[in-house]
């Protein structure tokens, strides 16, 4: 890109700002005065006043961000390429602040998915962080302490312009109790995985993860082959809907039951349902139906979990597969009860909360209980990563626990043979909002891997499959050496105007490095080591050292309050040379690191990877002490071989990126 089109930006004081700075002597330290001020007293905004109870400026005033309105309008990521910040890599992670609120699920509260995934405290907080970034210099770095911007440090040019922690607590303090105290106070937030470090891009941020994880399935139980079957599931929020979409890839029928019908209707809208069924055996005629045509269906049913699946299973009724993605984690404010109405579970949740969460329980176990069942009469269960077999043992009692634990989490039954090779959810994001250079992009990876098939086959199915949400992204399961290739090269593409603006790269926190989450993640560990988080924090401090842009340590809110640690990476590739060097390290060092995680825990793909030099075989990993490590950890077991997959005929070249 040119030089003269990377770096055009708006005039200084176009901005709107919500607060003041001071510097200290030194100038190492510039702290947000308003972050001391008390609410609705006033502060100068771009030269008018603004009230920090909530009221925006004029709306003659134009606003540098929609942020700044506050939650009175809509917001979208701006897109072109005039820059509003002093630089593209402000830039870019203020685009990705306001596409996760683009894309979430209720931007008025700044909730982005899964009930209470937030991604800044509150409006003042948003306010600022949005100002500080349109100031931010190149060897500046913003300090954000769980959605607050607290500090902008002087450091260097290669350091990260954002370093962000989110209610990390001590063990005695991480309760679900004690978080819901602290959040009600306005003193927490559960920042998810990725909505307080601004880098979902929407169901397509899970949609090849699940694609990965059903194909598995069918490989592993069903001779990959799709055809004629069908899968049980709830919630369709943000993450959980990209349930249907990703089965139909596969051509595998989908019945999925949810109780907002809200939700339902955006799943129709984005063509992520095909039908909303009116009654259950409506849903299962229409899922026989597809059977008898051969083409897969995803059926939507409004209804509550709980009962449905309970229903299913006395009548005798067996899906091929059974899962769930409702918000379980949660029992509070993620999971209606079978005594609620969507709308007096809204309210009693306030005044009730107790009970509600103590029937939430409940449910979720009478839900357990009647997934064994069907577990019991053929049908293939998992737990797709949401607690739910926790939430149910918490009623159930701990007696129950092996009985529960018939229902293996994803991650050790199907997807950690790729974890251990450093393979997992990647994720590009075109700041430019322009598709054509996402088609660049898709174009660009699908011929850099000619030893990795599948990827190609995957972005081709996700250019057909995906439906577009905020800014163009696409989410690519790459592996060690692959990341930083792909972000290499396509600096190169910016550098020379092929793509029109930056590209950001980012991950789910949720890959082989970057997450602890003993039901989740690193369920079944070989070594043992299912709840050791040194791995996500080491991850945190190798990406601070290499110069990512943003850097974020989360920890579990809500009903995953004491259960995870996990770290975030985003990086831009704003096109020029000294970026090349940030984005290898970067990159290369996040995942190498995964590689190592996993080799020291005993799983033979990770030393082959090691051996090797990584998916690429130019990605050298130094690795110490791991014969050790893999004696004490037991054998290991060999990757089976991957196998073709045979899915109906609507499941060529499609798009869906999962990460």
């Known amino acids: 890109m040119s030089a003269s089109r990377s770096s055009s930006r708006e005039p200084r004081s176009s901005p709107r700002n919500c607060h003041r700075t001071s510097t200290s002597k030194s100038g190492a330290i510039r702290v947000p005065e308003s972050a001391a001020t008390p609410a609705n007293s006033q502060t100068r905004v771009g030269g008018e006043t603004s009230t920090n109870g909530g009221t925006p400026p004029p709306a003659s005033a134009p606003l540098a961000s929609p942020i700044l309105a506050r939650g009175t309008q809509p917001i979208t990521a701006q897109r072109g390429t005039k820059l509003r910040a002093r630089n593209w890599r402000a830039e870019g992670l203020l685009r990705m602040f306001e596409n996760v609120l683009e894309v979430g699920e209720n931007a008025a509260e700044l909730i982005v998915y899964a009930s209470l995934g937030k991604a800044a405290r509150n409006w003042d907080e948003a306010c600022r962080i949005v100002t500080s970034l349109l100031e931010l210099d190149e060897a500046e770095t913003l300090i954000l302490q769980t959605g607050a911007a607290v500090g902008v440090m002087s450091t260097k040019r290669d350091s990260p312009m954002v370093l962000s922690a989110v209610n990390n607590t001590v063990g005695n303090w991480a309760t679900s109790d004690r978080f819901y105290e602290r959040y009600r106070a306005g003193q927490t937030i559960w920042g998810g995985l990725t909505a307080a470090a601004w880098q979902y891009i929407g ?26 079957r069908w899968m049980l599931t709830a919630g369709l929020g943000g993450m959980g809907s990209a349930q249907p979409i990703s089965a139909r890839i596969l051509g595998l029928s989908s019945l999925t039951v949810e109780i907002d019908q809200v939700k339902i209707d955006r799943a129709l809208a984005v063509g992520g349902i095909d039908v909303q069924a009116p009654t259950l055996d409506d849903a299962l005629a229409l899922i026989e139906a597809a059977r008898a045509e051969g083409i897969p269906a995803a059926v939507a049913l ?14 005798g009724v067996t899906p091929d597969i059974v899962t769930d993605q409702t918000a379980a984690h949660d029992a509070r404010y993620g999971y209606v009860p079978l005594e609620y109405t969507l709308d007096a579970w809204i309210s009693a949740r306030e005044t009730e909360p107790e009970r509600v969460e103590a029937l939430a329980r409940a449910s979720m176990a009478q839900q357990v209980e ?47 043979p790729l974890f251990a090779r450093g393979i997992g959810p990647f994720r590009w994001v075109c700041l430019s909002g322009d598709v054509d250079d996402q088609l660049t992009m898709d174009a660009l990876a699908s011929s850099l891997f000619p030893d990795r098939p599948e990827v190609a ?62 039901r989740i993640g690193t369920e079944g560990m070989r070594d043992g080591s299912d709840g050791v988080t040194d791995w996500p924090l080491l991850d945190a401090m190798l990406l601070s050292t290499a110069g990512a842009d943003l850097v974020a340590i989360h920890s579990g809110g809500g009903g995953y309050t004491g259960w995870m640690q996990s770290a975030g990476v985003s990086i831009v590739a704003d096109g020029r040379p000294e970026t090349l060097e940030r984005l290898r390290l970067a990159l290369d060092l996040d995942t190498g690191l995964g590689v190592i995680r996993h080799a020291a825990a005993g799983y033979e793909e990770a030393s082959v990877a090691i051996a090797r030099g990584g998916e690429t075989g130019d990605a050298p990993i130094a690795a110490l002490g ?23 005929s609507d499941t060529d070249p499609e798009g869906n990126a999962r990460a």
């Open 370 to 416: 009647a997934m064994l069942t069907l577990q019991e009469r053929g049908s293939v269960a998992f737990e797709n990563g949401n607690n739910l077999r926790v939430k149910a043992l918490e009623h159930l009692g701990e007696g129950e626990t092996a009985r529960v634990n018939r229902i293996p989490g994803f991650m050790e039954a199907y997807l950690r």
């Open 457 to 518: 086959e995957w972005l081709a199915l996700a250019g057909v499959h995906v439906p577009q949400q905020g800014l163009p992204a696409r989410s690519c399961w790459l592996g060690h050496g692959e990341r930083s290739r792909l972000a290499q090269a396509a600096n190169e593409l910016v550098a020379d105007g092929r793509l029109t603006a930056p590209v950001l790269f980012s991950r789910d926190h949720l890959d082989s490095a970057g997450m602890t989450h003993p």
């Open 626 to 648: 791991l014969a050790a490590h893999s004696a004490s950890a037991g054998p290991a077991t060999p990757a089976p071989e991957p196998q073709a997959l045979s899915a109906s």
């Open 203 to 228: 169901r397509q941020g899970v949609l090849q993860g699940t694609y990965e994880l059903l194909r598995e399935v069918l490989v592993q139980h069903y001779d990959a082959t799709a055809e004629g």
């Open 302 to 315: 409004h209804a509550n979990a709980a009962a449905v699946f309970t229903e299913l299973a006395s009548r």
